[in-house]
């Protein structure tokens, strides 16, 4: 039996994946547990398509195709890759290394071991295949290789839907994340233990009256072991380092009991996710148990990529109307922005200037209306900003009014918040116009807009 390779990928460990084109992977794995050459029906998550074993891996043997295994009495593994001089050897522990080498030159190309990937080329002093037929090695169809222990399990491992292969792969992903998390909570928790039980504010209090102002340090001498050394504010008094160090390790005590909390919710979310990606990867499940599994963890069913043209927002869609207001003698026309809607109405506002000027109708909802000053010595016409007025009030909810209270202020006076929602900005100062106009006015001002 031929095996037709097509991709390749690496671990972390010293481990090669090449995916076949007649499905499933041919592992060739050096690390303890699963040492050896063997087939698996799925890709680990944590496969990674690009490194130095790979580049040379791929310039040297880029589509390999695989007919026997050689073994080696001693244990180490070879695989052929291309043109019968190209080989892949796979170490067993204690080395545990993979080597690309090349038999007619002797030589080894890259190798790869925990300790990393080794490029130099070196000559090669273990035990490798002279040729095809070489009588030291042990030649075995691919169709007789028994797989690692640990691989028997993702061999065992029934075929699972995609809609659960996709849900597994999301809380393996979450697990892997929160493994991290709580390592972080752990070395967070013990630097805020060591904080709390922290003696120097009783050391300065017992020796309060040794300190003078202007002091980085205080340095109080142990016969009996290291000299402790407390550390001080110089632009304080000594009464006010003294407290500063009190409110330090009431600080870490607080700490303590929030990351405390907070690492046992994370712990107990983390095993409560492990049970489930145990079911997940166990045997097929319906997409109602799959959902119903993930519920609860911010995890989502996960949108369709397509979109719907009638709903989506255009990628590089303008924020914006353009009014070119050019009834003035100083040449070039003025622009008035107006919004379209609230979302775009923010990114409006902040694409402009702090010079700028900005309407917004006193009362209700409406569009925001920015004025595009030249220069900041630059007067408006009054004009301008009753043109502008018009506009803010026309796209707002008083349109019907014509007539209504507007903001009138430069951009630098109004502020987004965080918690705000789209379209609503904080107005530190402004000064309000008062406009009314009739459905003519109206009609020569929206035969401004730039086409």
């Given at each position: 039996?031929a095996?037709k390779?097509?991709?390749c990928?690496?671990l972390?460990?010293?481990s090669?994946f090449?995916?076949?084109?007649s499905?499933?992977y041919?592992v060739?794995?050096?690390?303890?547990?699963t040492f050896g050459?063997s087939?698996?029906?799925?890709?680990?998550?944590?496969?990674?398509?690009?490194?130095?074993?790979?580049?040379?891996?791929r310039?040297?043997?880029?589509?390999p195709?695989?007919?026997?295994?050689?073994q080696?009495?001693s244990?180490?593994?070879a695989?052929?890759l291309?043109n019968?001089?190209?080989?892949l050897?796979v170490?067993p522990?204690?080395?545990?290394?993979?080597?690309l080498?090349?038999?007619?030159?002797g030589?080894?190309?890259v190798?790869?071991s925990p300790h990393?990937?080794f490029?130099?080329?070196?000559?090669?002093?273990?035990?490798?295949?002279?040729?095809?037929?070489?009588?030291?090695?042990?030649?075995?169809?691919?169709?007789?290789?028994?797989?690692?222990?640990?691989?028997?399990?993702?061999?065992?491992?029934?075929l699972?839907?995609a809609y659960?292969?996709?849900?597994r792969?999301?809380?393996?992903r979450r697990v892997?994340?929160?493994?991290?998390?709580?390592?972080?909570?752990k070395?967070n928790?013990e630097?805020a233990?060591?904080a709390s039980?922290?003696?120097?504010?009783?050391?300065?209090?017992?020796h309060?009256?040794?300190?003078?102002?202007g002091?980085?340090s205080?340095?109080?001498?142990?016969?009996q072991?290291?000299?402790?050394i407390?550390p001080?504010?110089?632009?304080?008094t000594?009464g006010?380092?003294?407290s500063?160090l009190?409110?330090?390790?009431?600080?870490?005590?607080?700490?303590?009991?929030?990351l405390?909390?907070m690492?046992?919710?994370?712990?107990?979310?983390k095993?409560l996710l492990a049970v489930?990606l145990?079911?997940?990867?166990?045997?097929?499940?319906?997409?109602?148990?799959?959902?119903h599994?993930?519920?609860g963890?911010?995890?989502?069913?996960?949108?369709?990529?397509?979109?719907?043209?009638?709903t989506?927002?255009p990628?590089?869609e303008?924020p914006?109307?353009?009014?070119?207001y050019?009834?003035?003698?100083?040449g070039?026309?003025l622009?008035?922005?107006?919004?379209?809607?609230a979302a775009?109405?923010?990114?409006?506002?902040?694409a402009?200037k702090?010079?700028d000027?900005?309407?917004?109708?006193?009362?209700?909802?409406?569009?925001?209306?920015?004025?595009?000053?030249q220069n900041?010595k630059?007067?408006l016409?009054?004009?301008v900003i009753?043109?502008?007025?018009i506009?803010a009030?026309h796209?707002?909810?008083?349109?019907s009014?014509?007539?209504g209270?507007?903001?009138?202020?430069l951009?630098?006076?109004?502020?987004?918040?965080?918690?705000l929602?789209?379209?609503l900005?904080?107005?530190?100062?402004?000064?309000?116009l008062?406009v009314?106009?009739?459905e003519?006015e109206?009609n020569?001002v929206l035969?401004?807009?730039e086409?």
């Amino acid at each position: 039996m031929a095996l037709k390779a097509k991709k390749c990928f690496e671990l972390e460990t010293p481990s090669i994946f090449w995916s076949l084109k007649s499905g499933g992977y041919l592992v060739c794995s050096a690390a303890p547990g699963t040492f050896g050459i063997s087939i698996t029906s799925e890709k680990p998550l944590d496969l990674k398509p690009s490194g130095a074993f790979m580049a040379l891996l791929r310039k040297y043997a880029p589509s390999p195709l695989f007919t026997f295994l050689y073994q080696h009495p001693s244990g180490v593994q070879a695989l052929n890759l291309v043109n019968h001089h190209m080989w892949l050897l796979v170490t067993p522990p204690p080395h545990e290394e993979l080597a690309l080498i090349d038999t007619h030159r002797g030589v080894c190309l890259v190798r790869k071991s925990p300790h990393g990937t080794f490029t130099k080329v070196k000559t090669l002093t273990q035990p490798f295949p002279a040729d095809l037929n070489d009588p030291h090695w042990i030649k075995l169809p691919l169709e007789k290789i028994e797989p690692s222990p640990v691989l028997k399990a993702s061999l065992a491992t029934p075929l699972l839907p995609a809609y659960q292969r996709k849900a597994r792969d999301r809380i393996a992903r979450r697990v892997k994340t929160m493994n991290q998390s709580i390592k972080r909570l752990k070395q967070n928790l013990e630097s805020a233990v060591l904080a709390s039980e922290s003696k120097l504010p009783d050391l300065l209090r017992d020796h309060l009256h040794l300190t003078t102002p202007g002091e980085k340090s205080l340095v109080l001498k142990n016969p009996q072991g290291q000299d402790h050394i407390i550390p001080l504010d110089e632009t304080k008094t000594p009464g006010q380092n003294l407290s500063a160090l009190y409110e330090t390790r009431k600080k870490a005590e607080k700490s303590v009991l929030m990351l405390t909390q907070m690492l046992d919710k994370t712990t107990e979310e983390k095993n409560l996710l492990a049970v489930k990606l145990n079911q997940l990867r166990s045997s097929p499940l319906l997409e109602s148990e799959v959902e119903h599994l993930i519920k609860g963890h911010r995890l989502t069913p996960e949108q369709s990529t397509r979109k719907n043209p009638e709903t989506s927002r255009p990628p590089f869609e303008t924020p914006y109307r353009v009014y070119l207001y050019d009834q003035i003698p100083t040449g070039k026309p003025l622009k008035i922005l107006v919004s379209k809607s609230a979302a775009l109405g923010d990114d409006l506002c902040r694409a402009a200037k702090g010079s700028d000027l900005w309407l917004h109708t006193q009362q209700g909802h409406g569009a925001h209306v920015i004025i595009k000053r030249q220069n900041t010595k630059e007067t408006l016409p009054p004009e301008v900003i009753r043109t502008a007025g018009i506009l803010a009030l026309h796209f707002s909810n008083q349109k019907s009014q014509l007539k209504g209270e507007v903001y009138v202020t430069l951009r630098q006076n109004i502020q987004k918040k965080k918690h705000l929602p789209p379209g609503l900005w904080l107005v530190n100062r402004a000064e309000t116009l008062w406009v009314s106009y009739t459905e003519e006015e109206l009609n020569a001002v929206l035969r401004l807009v730039e086409s």
